[in-house]
Structure formats: C-alpha cells, structure tokens
C-alpha cells in the first residue's frame, strides 16, 4: 500500500514523446494537479517500458514510481485508465529493484562507472569475434569465451535483452542474476550460468586492439574497454508501483510457458 506523506500524494507526471502520451500527460495534470517530480511524492510514467527506464535512472530519490502504459508491451507498466488514479495509487502494491553498477575500463585506462536496471552487456564492435575471459569473485571460470558478446542480467531485465539471447527467465524474488552469453563460438556448447545476486562478474577483453569490444549499461555505452566489472548496487534502491490485478510475478512465470 502506498503510504503518502499527506491525504492526497504530490504527483508529478512523465511522458514518452509520443502525441498520445502528451496528451494524456496534459489530461491528467489538469485532473489531479502536479509537481516536479523533485518534489513529487509519486511519480506517474505515461508510456512504454522503454519510458519507465528512463523515469528510473532519473529518479535519484528513489521516489515511487506508477506507469501506465501507453507504449508497445509495456510489461512494467499497469493499464493506462484516468479515472480513480489517486484510489489505484492508494490500493497499488510496492516492488523494489536492486539495480547493478558496472565499472569499465577502456584502452586509455579511462575508468567509467554506470548503472543498470535491465542488464550490463559486452558487444564486438568489429566483424572479429570478440575474445572475454570471465571470472566469478576473483575465479577465472572461462579464460577464452569467442562469442559476438556476454551480458549480465537482472530479474527485472531477464526477459529483455537477456531473453533474446536465449538466456533464462529470472522470477523476481530469485535472489539470482543471469550471465549469458551472446552466439558464444567456443566453447560451443556453454549456455551461461546462474549466479547469486551477490557475485561479483568480472569480463576481460583479451585481445581489445584487433577484436575491440563495446559495453553497456542500459543505455550508456563505453567503447574500446578492456575490463568490466559487475556488482549488485546494494545502495540504490528503485520503487514501483502495481495494481493488484497487475501481477508482475505471474507475468514473469507466463512466459516461460508462452510458444
């Protein structure tokens, strides 16, 4: 339940740069007021998962966060409907996400740190296979992965990027994250792991100069590195917002069992 400091919560509204969005943005502000989201005690994401990131990675407070969706899947998102916004926020169920930090090293040596909701992924920047070593907690657990790239992921994000590249969908409460590789090429075989939220992933690019390789975290992207390291980032914490009939969990479970 939402627990707002006073009778009727501050709200501050986002929009995606679509028209529908904007307009329902410029509806809604004039129905229930709003504030800057600096100042707002829920922010109200009007889009598409794509949108909710960004309100995410923005939203330095850790202020509660409610999407309505107005996007494609919107799978982070509850059913966009204007009427009784302020008694679905006071129903609406809390869900908070650990994000990850990564921390890449480039061919300078210029060290570059970025947070992830979804995943940290390691991509060939060239036609040349990339070449990554992979070590879990100080253990070299693959000295030669040839593949296009690796990644990282969270629960929340196991069912984006991650799931593409065939890795396994995460439940959210798992306490795990996803390290799968991207059409890895030796060892044929290897499909990725599963690792305890805690683990500490460290990737070294072993040829950088001829076999370049880009990371990413989210939207940030870091060229040329040579080392990247991943860990949980056990300060931050995220908060979203969901109608009870939006079960985030069940979502998640259906589709592992959707053709």
């Known amino acids: ?12 509204f986002v929009a995606a740069a679509t028209p529908a969005a904007r307009s329902a943005r410029k509806r809604l502000e004039k129905l229930y007021g709003s504030v800057a989201p600096a100042q707002a005690d829920i922010i109200v994401a009007l889009g598409g998962d794509g949108l909710m990131l960004q309100t995410l990675h923005r939203n330095r407070r850790g202020t509660p966060i409610y999407g309505m969706n107005l996007g494609t899947i919107g799978f982070l998102m509850n059913t966009y409907k204007e009427a009784r916004l302020l008694q679905r926020l006071n129903r609406a169920r809390q869900f908070s996400l650990t994000p990850l930090r990564m921390v890449a090293v480039n061919t300078h040596g210029r060290s570059v740190e970025a947070i992830a909701i979804n995943e940290v992924s390691l991509l060939r920047s060239s036609r040349q296979t990339a070449r990554i070593a992979v070590s879990i907690d100080g253990r070299k657990r693959l000295p030669d992965l040839y593949c296009d790239g690796a990644l990282v992921a969270t629960p929340a994000g196991s069912t984006a990027y991650n799931l593409s590249a065939h890795g396994p969908i995460l ?11 991207i059409n890895a090429f030796r060892p044929r075989r290897w499909r990725g792991a599963l690792l305890p939220r805690h683990a500490k992933v460290e990737f070294t690019v072993l040829d950088p100069r001829k076999r ?3 990371a990413a975290a989210d939207s940030v992207e870091i060229a040329n590195v040579v080392r990247v390291t991943v860990t949980e980032a056990t300060d ?15 979502r998640i479970l259906k589709e592992q069992f959707d053709p």
Not at 1 to 12: F, H
Not at 236 to 250: M, S, V, W, Y
Request: charged share 15%; aromatic share 2%; proline share 15%.
């Open 1 to 12: 339940m939402v627990s707002p400091s006073r009778s009727a919560p501050r709200l501050a």
């Open 171 to 181: 439940p959210l409460g798992a306490g795990l994250l996803a390290l799968t590789p």
């Open 212 to 214: 370049p390789v880009a």
């Open 236 to 250: 931050i914490g995220l908060t979203l917002l969901f109608d009870p009939e939006h079960d985030l969990e069940e």
